[in-house]
């Protein structure tokens, strides 16, 4: 018995070191997921403060910069999708592709009166941790000279060997949860018609164009 009672703690000794052994051997990457997000969100930050920093732009420069940053750096049908939640699969194809069209201009309009707000301002990532197996979220602030910091995470998605960018959260407040919220309400007040929401973002669109 004590043969069998010592080769079981063998053997479970084994287990263990192999174990800590995965473990020790997997924190560094994840580790080095948050940092790699860290320094890709930073650089995107940068990027943003100085269009909008830039006086030589024009408000349809701005625009078309931050459509190719957009496309660029964020996953805009993952977006897309979240945000419509229950509404995509009732949606047709033709509506479907509509949509993510529609959905596009319309959050590089938010995305480029979001940071014309910051014009003149220093952007600055404070910290990085891994959220679940191929998410990371970043912490950063908008440091401005004659108010407090504001603050803006960032989740950050690996998808292959880049990193796409799945939601902005500004002073705890997520934008693609706001925004899912707002479209489910157009959808429900119109008796559950999703066209209603197209026709929303249509308008909302050549608003912001008529600006």
């Known amino acids: 018995m004590k043969t069998i009672s010592m ?18 051997s997997a924190a560094p990457a994840r580790a080095d997921i948050s940092t790699d997000a860290a320094k890709f ?12 920093s830039d006086p030589k732009n024009t408000p349809q420069q ?20 979240f945000v419509l939640g229950r509404y995509w699969n009732a949606a047709s ?15 590089v309009n938010v995305y480029a009166e979001r940071f014309s707000q910051y014009a003149g301002e220093k952007f600055k990532v404070t910290g990085g941790r891994p959220e679940g ?13 004659n108010g407090p910091p504001v603050n803006v995470a960032w989740r950050v998605r690996q998808k292959d060997a880049n990193f796409k960018i799945i939601d902005v959260v500004v002073e705890n407040v997520s934008m693609s949860v706001t925004q899912r919220s707002e479209f489910a309400s157009v959808i429900e007040s119109n008796g559950g018609r999703f066209d209603a929401l197209l026709d929303a973002l249509r308008s909302r669109i050549q608003t912001a164009q008529s600006q």
Request: hydrophobic share 45%; net charge positive.
């Open 93 to 107: 194809q033709p509506q479907k592709d509509e949509y993510q069209k529609l959905f596009e201009s319309m959050i």
């Open 7 to 24: 080769r079981r703690r063998g053997l479970f000794g084994i287990i263990a070191l192999a174990f800590a052994g995965f473990v020790a």
């Open 41 to 52: 969100v930073q650089g995107l930050g940068d990027k943003a403060i100085a269009v909008v």
């Open 62 to 81: 701005r625009q078309a910069v931050f459509r190719e940053l957009l496309n660029a750096n964020f996953d805009v049908p993952t977006i897309g999708r």
């Open 133 to 145: 197996e191929r998410d990371a979220v970043v912490s950063s602030q908008v440091l401005r000279p």
